[in-house]
């Protein structure tokens, strides 16, 4: 099967530019969710759709930031204005919904976000 | 709120030996999930190992096993008969809740361990 994918795998944007980070998750996955890496400190959950519905966007730094997955397939991230502090990596994962505990959660590549 | 620290940014071994990882992590929870992820160079992050609060036998896959103190809160990860292949940040990871804590993964994350093997 194929593996949750992220484009892009790397995007520069100057600072106050837009950017627009998309997810493909595992076909059939109803969990999907974001994570960023700030360089040098911890992966940090973002939020968490259950198809089309936020689930929990307890981890969305600020206003700036809005996700979404029309039709329960993919998800966008975007990030409008860009702030330098925004940079880092930016990880989407998916899951079942049922039997999660025996359905482990995979992980994309990522995308490396670089603000300038 | 739950915090994972991973005390040790960088570590290295010698193909064949054998490593220890360090994860140590903060909870008023009874009942969680602690991870292992492993993410070689420009791969996707892998799960290597899971451990329930519950069950006190420490988790075994293979050439990794974990060493989970729940009195100590801490979950160290070993990697045996190390190969070049486990070269690769790893990342512990907390999850709430047990089965009653519902579906989703929303975890969270030490800094990291970078770890080489040399040949």
């Known amino acids: 099967e194929a593996g949750v994918t992220q484009f892009p795998s790397h995007s520069v944007i100057e600072k106050g530019q837009t950017v627009t980070l998309r997810c493909d998750p595992i076909?059939?996955?109803?969990?999907l969710y974001w994570y960023r890496r700030v360089m040098g400190k911890e992966i940090k959950f973002l939020l968490h759709f259950v198809k089309e519905s936020k689930q929990d966007e307890s981890g969305m730094p600020n206003n700036r930031f809005l996700a979404e997955r029309t039709g329960g397939t993919y998800s966008t991230l975007k990030v409008q204005p860009a702030e330098l502090e925004d940079s880092g990596v930016y990880f989407c994962?998916?899951?079942?919904?049922?039997?999660?505990?025996?359905?482990?959660?995979?992980f994309g590549n990522g995308t490396r976000l670089t603000v300038t | 709120a739950q915090t994972v620290t991973q005390s040790q940014p960088e570590m290295s071994v010698q193909e064949a030996e054998t490593v220890t990882l360090s994860c140590t992590y903060d909870t008023s929870e009874s009942d969680y999930y602690l991870f292992w992820y492993k993410q070689p160079p420009s791969r996707q992050m892998i799960l290597v190992i899971r451990?329930?609060?519950?069950?006190?036998q420490n988790a075994t896959e293979n050439r990794f096993s974990v060493n989970f103190q729940k009195a100590a809160k801490s979950f160290s990860l070993k990697i045996s008969d190390s190969q070049l292949g486990d070269a690769a940040m790893y990342f512990c990871?907390?999850?709430?809740?047990?089965f009653g804590g519902g579906s989703n993964y929303k975890l969270t994350f030490g800094k990291g361990t970078l770890l080489t093997v040399n040949p």
């Open positions: 076909s059939g996955h109803d969990n």
């Open positions: 451990q329930e609060a519950y069950k006190q």
């Open positions: 994962a998916s899951s079942q919904e049922r039997d999660w505990y025996n359905s482990p959660l995979h």
């Open positions: 990871a907390y999850r709430s809740g047990g």
